[in-house]
């Protein structure tokens, strides 16, 4: 009865199949979007507010990207998705980037044959534990329980640190960061340990975040960037750039407020001009526009503007910049040169 | 002897009396709970245990409802309102019941969409559920599937309506060549059909204006509720026809085809439906040809259909061993080839017989819907567990929205359950 | 379809493949045959080709290398070392765990609110209608979800037992009640303590013994032994002899307050519960149904039949009713056996690491092997399915009416 629907949708799919290419940046101009995969919600990364419009760190990245494209940040369709379903998500090609604050491993980058477009954030895993635990150092951790994250590194990591300082534990798994919250909160385990920066975050959530304190051992190296497909280096070009230009256009004083004035007419400045496009055709080599990094800029604000509005020190999330700052500022923070 | 005689008439009553009430633990209210609650002490014993219990549920939940906070912002708004007693906290029902119904991306002015869909379904399948209506309603059942996919995604009316014609297209072509022979009848308007389809997309991308009349919705924008309705109708209706082909298949005498019928069914009905869904999510988009990417939600819809095609096919099969093999042999022997015996003899009664099974199977399969929360979409459930759990405000509400949930899936689950106890009393044409 | 003029002679013409019947099957069975391997064949070549664009490969070697990850509930030894395929193998096992803990308390509640709907007592009838039919028509995954959500958020976490003035304590300092789960007493085993099981089990099948003897017995010679309390003695008083004259070889442990977590005993996880839970309990409503559909089915006759020999209420049920309902009860039984086992890969849902959470999970995230791990997974349950069939098969076989 209802065969019609699906062979509608079926010559629809055709339609679009017969329109792919091998070239992401091609398709995705074809389509008009940016399919950018995101977490299921992560307050400060990538969460859906109450209309369903997709805001954070990550998130940010993604409207970049889109702008740079189209010179439209909204021109995104945000596809979440879970530990379990983001690499095959990339790999099948039904998104084209995963900004997910996924971890740059060696085994992600050789084996699951991802490239990884940069760094947009350095973590590392961190323990939340309630105050009156009284538990100042992880290693007073013997015997505790602990919720992780399945499907992602910190439940390696756990295991080799707590094998490592040879003290026991009893894991709990869960799927989402909302039930991690839901357990953690409950007592039903005693820490709750992820990316220190999504441990903030969540935190920043809870009723009384005075309550709970993060341990100060970090466990482990956690880059975190967005990701795409091996063998497609004109888009990874893309993405790797539209990142480098974020963070190029905080070193060189570029923000979205004066981004309008100084690409209206070059300036004194040959890397600001090159990175506008008001000189040298940086943009038609990446085959987009020549304002695509404006536009980029222009969509949520340099590196350090997205930083702040999301997770920074005046946000409920309340993350220092640290290993973030620009390379300038002692931070891991840094761009090739435009040129 | 008369004079006794006598004497013993004056004794005689000439009225009878007036019926006494029985005794009072005879009647009534007494004699009932004598009956039904204290026939013995065990039983007694059973009754005070159950009416405790009811006392206990009762006792918790009346003022948990009744204190119920129905406009507060937020769960810390509630626990302020409330002030430490107990209370329900609905007002997360209100502020958020248009994402539990429709998903938090689909645009809230075209809400008016589905819910027109929703109540359309009712029309469209009240011909199929009650025989006694005119035949002729059956034409809007066939038109609404291409009418509620237009309400529903939007976009150009031109894809659906061409969807429309080549399934016309293709049964006109049937309906000429049936006569001459059923396979000719039946390939050539699959055929005509796919023709149509072809030509059809071309028109369509030709002619569909840029603003269509409903804005298009985008598939993954579908959530809630909604999502677990168009999940559990599109996949029952899709399953029918197939579970009907594998059920007549696995019945057949072609060793080749009987063997490839079993395989699937007893596959399908082997593996938890989670990993079928894991396929959806997972494998499926190795299986296609590469650069195609299928919606997650079309690419479920295949993987749902699929497991309930198997199960309704053993129903079907059910109902055709329960049919009488005279009714075979006087198909035979009427001179019917196994097409027309099909259609007109065997099916009509094997999926007469085969109808509360079938709904029982479509009871099921809506309820299975709720799995795809797992797999990272935002039905009824994902949305609870993810978007409205993990937001700030509400984080920590349980027993307000799992309850709403509850009752959802309940009202639609009995009410199919008991349509189709009804069905079944009025099939019943033993007289036991 | 048969006619009585002969079969036309001549030459096999190329219409005859559609039109005459004893060729079109093979047509039809060809035709079936050649779009299957065409189909398995596209797919394989989109798969091989989606492979090697994306650079991957088949291959099941990541089941020998270390998982990395720990498990919770280990029934074997296992640690972050081991390998995928002991991960998955833990994973099995504790699949098995809870269906078989769930089939067992289905089965109980089943048939008791399947009798009890069948009560003359009002009240409890309806209130196993309502539980049947509430239970019935709302998602298990649903159920399985509230019950993990009030197990964590109503049940005290094991800091509320701290402290000398604790807001929670155990149960006859034995049991003790968390969010985490449920810590029981352990058995621990001395060396005679195996000789006193050994004495118990065999008692158990010293009461069969008896049993089936006193049947014999009243069939040979209409003597009627008394059953139920030397079963009851048989049951008791040789292992409890033995367990003290080994000089009580059977100690518990019992659970303890150390660290964060109650440590020493058993312990019932809050996942395992929530899910064995959810599961009896949901299918525990569709076994009711199966049964009294079961006891329905049986014609008034027959209890009218059995009184009427003089049979009591009791053997009415146990001689008459029983054997012929069970014959209607079983095969759904089975089947809903069947579900239990393919339910519990709900597991994933509250964190149960099951053989979907193991293999379908961490080491699928871990290796994104996905496709590996996942016909894996298919495979395991369609084994465990068709065993069961396979049971089911047996069993039709053996009480199918043997009609003289």
């Keep these: ?339 | 002897m008369s004079d006794t005689h006598a004497h013993s008439v004056a004794f005689v009553r000439t009225e009878t009396l007036p019926e006494l009430p029985p005794p009072a633990s005879q009647a009534g209210i007494v004699k009932w709970m004598r009956e039904n609650l204290f026939s013995s002490v065990p039983n007694g014993i059973l009754t005070l245990a159950a009416i405790y219990v009811i006392y206990l549920i009762v006792t918790s939940a009346f003022p948990w409802i009744a204190n119920g906070i129905w406009n507060a912002d937020s769960l810390a708004e509630c626990r302020t309102i409330l002030d430490g007693t107990t209370g329900a906290c609905f007002s997360v029902l209100t502020e958020r019941w248009n994402q539990l119904l429709f998903g938090f991306s689909y645009p809230t002015e075209h809400y008016w969409r589905p819910s027109v869909a929703f109540v359309l379904l009712f029309a469209a399948a009240a011909p199929v559920m009650f025989f006694d209506l005119p035949r002729k309603l059956l034409i809007f059942t066939g038109i609404y599937p291409f009418l509620a996919y237009w309400l529903i995604w939007g976009g150009t009316i031109f894809t659906p309506l061409f969807a429309l014609v080549g399934l016309v297209i293709g049964y006109l072509v049937y309906a000429r060549f049936v006569k001459d022979s059923f396979a000719m009848g039946f390939f050539g308007g699959v055929i005509a059909a796919l023709m149509t389809w072809f030509i059809g997309g071309y028109i369509t991308e030709a002619i569909a204006p840029a603003e269509p009349f409903l804005e298009a919705v985008q598939s993954r924008n579908m959530g809630g509720f909604m999502l677990n309705m168009i999940l559990g109708v599109v996949c029952v209706s899709l399953s029918l026809p197939i579970g009907i082909v594998l059920a007549l298949g696995r019945q057949s005498d072609m060793p080749i085809i009987k063997w490839i019928c079993v395989v699937f069914i007893e596959f399908i009905r082997g593996v938890p439906l989670i990993t079928l869904l894991f396929v959806a999510n997972v494998v499926l988009a190795y299986f296609l040809p590469p650069g195609t990417t299928f919606d997650l939600i079309l690419r479920v819809i295949i993987m749902i259909t699929m497991f309930s095609a198997a199960y309704i096919a053993e129903v079907i099969r059910g109902g055709l061993a329960a049919l009488p093999k005279g009714q075979y042999e006087a198909a035979d022997s009427l001179g019917l080839d196994y097409a027309q015996a099909m259609r007109l003899i065997i099916l009509p009664q094997a999926l007469k017989i085969s109808i509360p099974g079938i709904v029982n199977v479509a009871v099921g399969l809506f309820k299975d819907t709720v799995l795809v929360s797992v797999i990272s979409m935002f039905d009824l459930l994902g949305m609870i567990r993810g978007p409205i759990l993990s937001s700030t405000d509400w984080n920590g509400v349980y027993w307000e929205l799992f309850m709403a949930a509850s009752v959802l899936f309940f009202v639609v689950c009995y009410g199919i359950s008991q349509y189709s106890q009804w069905l079944e009393r009025r099939l019943a044409t033993d007289h036991r | ?404």
């Design chain 3, 1 to 404: 379809m048969t006619s009585i003029t002969d079969p036309p002679q001549g030459s096999f013409r190329l219409s005859m493949l559609i039109n005459d019947t004893r060729y079109r099957s093979y047509t039809f069975q060809f035709i079936a045959l050649v779009v299957l391997i065409g189909f398995m064949a596209y797919l394989g070549m989109n798969l091989v080709s989606n492979l090697a664009a994306a650079g991957l490969n088949i291959s099941f070697d990541f089941l020998g290398d270390p998982a990395g990850y720990d498990i919770n509930q280990r029934p074997i030894e296992y640690d972050s070392q081991s390998s995928h395929l002991r991960a998955s193998v833990v994973g099995i096992i504790n699949t098995l765990i809870i269906a078989v803990l769930a089939c067992i308390t289905a089965t109980i509640f089943g048939v008791v609110a399947g009798v009890l709907r069948l009560s003359n007592n009002w009240v409890v009838s309806k209130l196993m209608a309502i539980y049947v039919e509430i239970f019935r028509n709302v998602p298990v995954l649903i159920w399985i979800i509230i019950i993990f959500s009030i197990m964590t958020v109503s049940m005290p976490s094991p800091r509320a037992f701290r402290g000398d003035d604790p807001s929670s304590s155990m149960l006859f300092d034995t049991f003790a009640f968390t969010n985490r789960g449920v810590y029981t007493p352990k058995p621990i085993f001395d060396s005679g303590g195996w000789i006193v099981v050994a004495v118990f089990i065999l008692s158990i099948i010293g009461i069969f013994a008896y049993r089936r003897y006193a049947t014999k017995k009243l069939y040979a010679t209409g003597q009627l032994l008394p059953t139920f309390w030397p079963s009851v003695a048989m049951f008791f008083v040789p292992a409890i002899l033995v367990y003290y004259i080994l000089g009580r070889p059977i100690t518990l442990e019992y659970p303890s307050l150390q660290g964060f977590n109650f440590q020493g005993g058993i312990q019932l996880r809050g996942s395992l519960i929530a899910l064995w839970f959810a599961l009896a309990i949901y299918t525990g409503a569709f076994i009711a149904e199966n049964v009294r559909a079961g006891i329905q089915a049986i014609s008034k006759g027959q209890t009218e039949a059995a009184a009427s020999l003089g049979l009591r209420p009791g053997r009415i049920m146990n001689l008459v009713i029983l054997p012929q309902a069970l014959r209607v009860i079983i095969p759904p039984l089975i089947s809903q056996y069947l579900n239990i086992t393919k339910n519990s890969s709900l597991a994933i849902a509250v964190g149960y690491m099951d053989v979907t959470a193991t293999l379908g999970g961490i080491t699928l995230n871990q290796t994104g092997r996905a496709i590996e791990a996942v016909l894996l997974l298919m495979l395991f349950y369609l084994t465990i399915s068709l065993l069961i069939s396979a049971v089911m098969n047996v069993y039709n076989n053996s009480v199918k009416l043997r009609e003289r």
């Design chain 1, 1 to 339: 009865m209802k065969k019609t629907v699906l062979f509608g949708a079926l010559t629809v799919a055709g339609l679009a199949a017969g329109m792919a290419s091998a070239a992401t940046l091609d398709d995705v101009k074809a389509r008009g979007s940016l399919n950018c995969g995101v977490t299921t919600g992560l307050v400060g990364f990538a969460s859906p507010d109450a209309n369903g419009v997709w805001d954070g760190f990550d998130v940010g990245v993604c409207r970049a990207v889109a702008a740079a494209i189209f010179g439209d940040p909204t021109a995104v369709e945000f596809v979440p998705t879970t530990g379990k379903t983001r690499f095959t998500a990339l790999a099948s090609g039904e998104i084209d980037m995963l900004a997910r604050n996924t971890t740059w491993t060696f085994s992600r980058d050789i084996d699951l044959k991802f490239e990884f477009t940069g760094v947009n954030y350095y973590d590392g895993q961190g323990f939340l534990v309630p105050k009156d635990l009284g538990v100042s150092s992880a290693k007073d951790l013997d015997g505790a329980t602990v919720c992780i994250q399945t499907g992602t590194t910190t439940e390696l990591n756990l295991a080799d640190f707590f094998r490592s300082n040879n003290i026991s534990y009893d894991p709990v798994p869960i799927e989402t960061n909302a039930e991690g919250q839901q357990q953690y909160l409950a007592g039903a385990c005693d820490v709750y340990t992820t990316d220190a920066s999504g441990l903030a975050s969540t935190r920043a959530a809870f009723e009384n975040p005075g309550d709970h304190v993060l341990l100060p051992e970090i466990i482990s190296k956690e880059p975190l960037g967005p990701l795409v497909r091996h063998g497609d280096n004109d888009w990874g070009d893309v993405v790797r750039w539209t990142l480098n230009a974020l963070i190029t256009a905080e070193e060189l004083g570029v923000t979205s407020a004066n981004v309008a004035d100084l690409a209206a007419a070059p300036t004194d400045n040959p890397e600001v001009n090159r990175l506008l496009g008001t000189e040298g055709e940086l943009g038609a080599m990446l085959g987009l526009e020549a304002d695509w990094a404006k536009n980029a800029i222009a969509a949520g604000g340099n590196y350090g503007e997205l930083f702040e509005k999301n997770i920074g020190e005046n946000t409920p999330i309340g993350l220092a910049r640290g290993l973030n700052a620009q390379w300038t500022e002692g931070g891991l923070i840094y761009s090739p040169p435009f040129r």
